[in-house]
């Protein structure tokens, strides 16, 4: 379906990777400096209207990408821990995230963290956030 094409359009970590140039070419390989997630994206989602996707990863960063050209919108890297989940306005003017780690180290056993923050579409600062920190014994 849809999100399936438009994952399959997303670019790729591995696309980072250089690729030796032809035996013609110059020897000089310039990176693609198009942003992107580095790692997994953990989740997705796309405005009702259709024109605003929003990709979540564990490396911590929310994406928000123009649904038809695939072009970076915008980035959001308030997040402490791994992005789990991803939400959009219908009219792509509001981003959502939640986040947390699991079982993380902590200082005194086992930490957990969980976020959920929201952004007016395009601003580096989130317009709410809730954080609950949890340490375990051990």
Known sequence: GLIVGLLKRLPSPLDRLPVPPA??????????????????????????????LVTGGVDRTVRTWDAHTLLPKFTYEKHATPIFHVSVSADGGRIAATSGFRNAPGENGVAMERALLVWDAGKPEPIFSLTETANGGG
């Open 23 to 52: 035996p013609d070419q110059p020897s000089v390989i310039v990176p693609d400096a198009r942003p992107r997630h580095d790692g997994e994206i953990a989740s997705i989602a796309v405005s009702a209207d259709g024109n605003t």
